[in-house]
């Protein structure tokens, strides 16, 4: 069964909600909490079940059909790798009906030897991963009934990679810095565009993958906080923004790091491209009983009484933990990214310069947000923000036209942009 558009819109809503109480550099994945949440939802009762329905963005009586539907969906994606998994303690009764609309074989067994049982959702949570995440965010006490956890890992690799140069911004909280700089050309002009928000502009980079998972780089303008940005790239996805695209810019300083410009050349060539930015790799862990109200969390959270009566008839549960870790990693040939969440290149010679064509620079060289997005379906499957970039691993002089890089020959016309 396909992913509906409501669920994906559900979840695309949480990432936006997500975003909008972060700070500083991260990266996370709704996708990965929205599933736990949503058969949370359709096991509790009460506060707690209007509250989690909230969070879900839909009725607790259909969170756990969609939740069923996004696993399956995400189990389909090229390139991604999703499981759910849920132990419990020996003695613990589940309600039939709420097991059975968990995936197969995803139920095993809490044996009350914290060490053994912490060291099999470890090695769960590595080989969901492919060891990018090497343990389970949430750690098995004396007291721990159920552990409900979701792995999800993509990759990707460009259809065209990058070329590796340092990048020495000249301004901004970079600056003086010699980064890992990314630099790439093409004809493809429409990969690049510039969003009007009520929050003022943001310049959207699409850097296509070989798998149909794609990375959005969201710039905005100085001032805008990442949840701005973020939430931006979210209301892109789902149409609620018009984008002028590339081909459609006029001349001049067009968005935050964006310019078009007329320049010379030896020989007639089409519009080009050309972008530069800067690799980075992120980790970050998350605490959702923080943000306890954009989960849904406030009353599942009490542990004097029950929430989930729909989960066990026998035992009184409530959520005594929520943890997400998270990473990102963008380089020249790809990007990495994966969740664990759980409850518990120039020219010889001087040419006659005879005709003009029409240049755009797109430069992300402070921080900036990132969206990792299934390009058929638009769900986003990680996201982050950019605060620390890659430096370069060498610190050689950096080229004087670093500023107006114009790529590599090799590189125009690629397709793979």
Not at 35 to 48: E, N, R
Not at 109 to 133: F, H, P, S
Not at 367 to 390: D, I, N, Q, Y
Not at 395 to 400: G, M, N, T
Request: one cysteine or more.
């Amino acid at each position: 069964m396909a992913v509906t558009n409501a669920t994906i819109q559900a979840v695309n809503g949480l990432t936006a909600r997500w975003a909008g109480v972060s700070e500083g550099g991260t990266v996370f994945s709704a996708a990965g909490v929205w599933p736990l949440l949503a058969f949370l939802a359709d096991g509790a009762a009460g506060a707690a079940r209007e509250e989690l329905a909230e969070a879900v963005g839909m009725p607790a009586a259909e969170s756990a059909g969609a939740a069923r539907e996004l696993l399956g969906a995400m189990g389909r994606m090229r390139g991604l790798d999703s499981a759910l998994g849920l132990w419990t303690g020996r003695t613990l009764e589940l309600r039939e009906r709420w097991e059975a609309g968990l995936p197969a074989a995803a139920h095993g067994v809490l044996t009350g030897d914290e060490a053994a049982d912490q060291a099999a959702l470890d090695a769960w949570a590595a080989k969901r991963t492919d060891g990018l995440i090497e343990k389970m965010p949430v750690r098995v006490t004396r007291d721990t009934e159920m552990v409900l956890a979701s792995a999800l890992a993509l990759r990707t690799e460009w259809l065209s990679r990058f070329q590796d140069w340092p990048m020495c911004p000249a301004t901004g909280p970079w600056a003086d810095r010699r980064l890992a700089g990314l630099h790439r050309s093409s004809a493809l002009l429409d990969r690049v565009g510039v969003a009007d928000t009520p929050a003022g502009q943001v310049t959207e980079l699409k850097v296509y993958g070989d798998n149909a998972i794609d990375v959005h780089l969201l710039l905005g303008e100085e001032g805008m906080t990442p949840g701005q940005v973020l939430g931006a790239g979210v209301d892109i996805l789902a149409r609620r923004v018009t984008v002028l695209p590339g081909p459609q810019l006029p001349y001049g300083e067009v968005g935050p790091g964006l310019r078009v410009v007329k320049v010379r050349s030896a020989h007639p060539e089409p519009p080009t491209l050309n972008v530069a930015t800067t690799g980075f790799d992120i980790d970050a862990q998350h605490d959702l009983l923080e943000l306890h109200r954009l989960f849904g969390l406030t009353t599942a959270m009490d542990t004097s009484r029950g929430h989930f009566p729909g989960i066990s008839a026998t035992t009184p549960l409530a959520v005594e933990s929520a943890q997400q870790a998270a990473m990102a990693r963008f380089t020249a040939l790809g990007f990495r990214a994966a969740a664990v969440t759980a409850f518990g290149a120039a020219g010889a010679g001087i040419p006659q310069l005879r005709w003009i064509t029409t240049q755009v620079d797109a430069r992300f060289d402070r921080p900036f947000g990132f969206l990792a997005v299934h390009r058929h379906s638009r769900l986003v499957l990680s996201a982050g923000w950019v605060t620390e970039p890659t430096d370069y691993p060498e610190e050689p002089e950096c080229p004087e036209y670093d500023e107006d890089y114009e790529g590599d020959e090799g590189d125009e016309g690629d397709e793979g942009f």
